[in-house]
């Protein structure tokens, strides 16, 4: 990874941060469920969002690879307050960058630097992995589109002031009939509904977003129409680093807990426990090394559809291995609020799940590999 000089500043700035301010307020959060409003405040004052934001709409100009470094280092201490900027930039903020009208981007782009919550609404009831197989629909009335449909376990729901919702605008056409609107919380038949508890990452939002005769102007979409589905999966090769990088940060987190646990029981250091922890480490060498070069070629312009789904299966399979494996080292310990290795555990089970499975990201992959001839060895 390339970082200049104010790069490596900012991330100083961000360790400091998650180090004396985040770590002593993880397990309340998780036990709480409560979102942590303050944290997201100093995030938003000390540039977590802004970083890759570029300074024409308000940002700081930095490289992606500065998020994604600020996503691992708060994950290391608490996954809730790393997804909250994560999810509004490289999800909500990312698209409209690429794909955005000029208008779109002075509107959203100011706002989101400043930490303002954004969300990417795509899940509905029953098509998860079927991303095109939605039924939320777009129906165009004069100069008008009117959606209604429901989204649901939308990430930062409850706290969004923006969302970007799918919808079908031409049903024949499948997956290539689906538009993306941006969309504002205050807009009339825009409701929040359900919000759900969760295993993990307890800090953050997780609701229904729901529509009901929303009725947006075309100035409200982004990219073409009928282009929503394509840009959704350009979005989720960025997004499945991002939780690389989740990932990668828990894992971190994990050994770090490990190690430290060793430096007070020094008699629990056994030989096979100490296997386990090269196999810990071992797999997080692997999850970084694809995390970096994924990280590299967006930063390249090269497609990333392989690679990020790689870096996705590998950070996220490796985190669920690398916590239990924490959780057992520590033995009942690892259930103290001292060594949080048990909600680590939790935190790394939903970098498998979301922004696409990690079975989906096996199939991706395969056909990817097959897509280009095969491997060429
Ligand atoms: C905490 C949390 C936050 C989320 N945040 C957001 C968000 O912000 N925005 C959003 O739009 N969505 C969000 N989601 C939804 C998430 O993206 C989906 O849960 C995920 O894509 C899987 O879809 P599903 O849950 O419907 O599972 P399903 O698609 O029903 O899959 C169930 C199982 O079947 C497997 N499976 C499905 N299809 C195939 C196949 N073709 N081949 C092999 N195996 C298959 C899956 O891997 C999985 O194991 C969130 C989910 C969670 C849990």
């Known amino acids: 990874m390339n970082l200049g000089t104010l790069e490596m500043e900012k991330l100083k700035q961000v360790e400091d941060f998650a180090k004396t ?4 307020r993880a397990a309340d959060i998780d036990e709480g469920s409560s979102f942590p409003t303050d944290l997201v405040e100093e995030m938003g004052r000390i ?8 300074r024409e709409y308000g940002g700081l100009g930095l490289s992606l690879s500065t998020l994604m470094e600020s996503i691992r280092i708060i994950s290391r201490e608490c996954a809730s307050t790393s997804l909250i900027p994560d999810v509004a930039v490289s999800l909500f ?4 960058l690429k794909y955005g009208s000029e208008a779109l981007k002075k509107r959203y782009l100011s706002r989101i630097a400043d930490g303002t919550i954004g969300a990417l609404a795509i899940t509905e009831p029953g098509t998860g992995s079927d991303a095109a197989g939605i039924k939320t629909t777009a129906l165009k009335k004069g100069e008008k589109y009117i959606l209604n449909g ?13 969302f970007l919702a799918s919808a079908v605008t031409e049903p024949e056409l499948k997956h290539h009939g689906i538009t993306l609107f941006a969309l504002d919380r205050e ?8 919000e759900f508890r969760k295993m993990g990452i307890r800090g953050t939002s997780t609701t229904e977003v729901l529509m009901n005769n929303v009725e947006v102007g075309e100035e409200q979409v982004v990219g073409e129409i ?5 840009i959704e999966m350009d979005t989720l090769n960025v997004g499945r680093i991002g939780i690389a990088s989740q990932a990668i940060g828990i894992s971190e987190g994990a050994i770090r807990d490990v190690v430290n646990f060793w430096k007070e029981h020094k008699e629990n250091s056994k030989e096979g426990a100490l296997f386990k922890l090269a196999d810990m480490v071992n797999m997080l060498h692997s999850s970084v090394s694809k995390y970096y070069e994924s990280v590299g070629m967006v930063e390249g312009g090269m497609d990333t559809t392989l690679l990020s789904s790689l870096s996705k299966l590998q950070a996220g399979d490796s985190a669920v291995k690398i916590t239990s494996s924490a959780v057992e080292i520590l033995g009942h310990l690892s259930m103290s609020e001292k060594y949080p290795a048990e909600r680590r555990y939790r935190e790394a089970k939903i970098t498998q799940i979301y922004e696409g499975t990690n079975e989906i990201q096996r199939l991706i992959i395969g056909r990817e590999i097959l897509k280009s001839g095969g491997p060429h060895f």
């Open 21 to 24: 301010k985040v770590r002593s």
């Open 47 to 54: 540039g977590v969002f802004a970083s890759y934001i570029p």
């Open 93 to 96: 903020g990312e698209p409209i």
């Open 150 to 162: 429901g989204k649901t376990f939308i990430t930062n729901g409850a706290e969004a002031q923006f």
């Open 187 to 194: 807009m009339s038949g825009l409701s929040i509904g359900n």
């Open 226 to 230: 009928n282009e929503g589905f394509k």
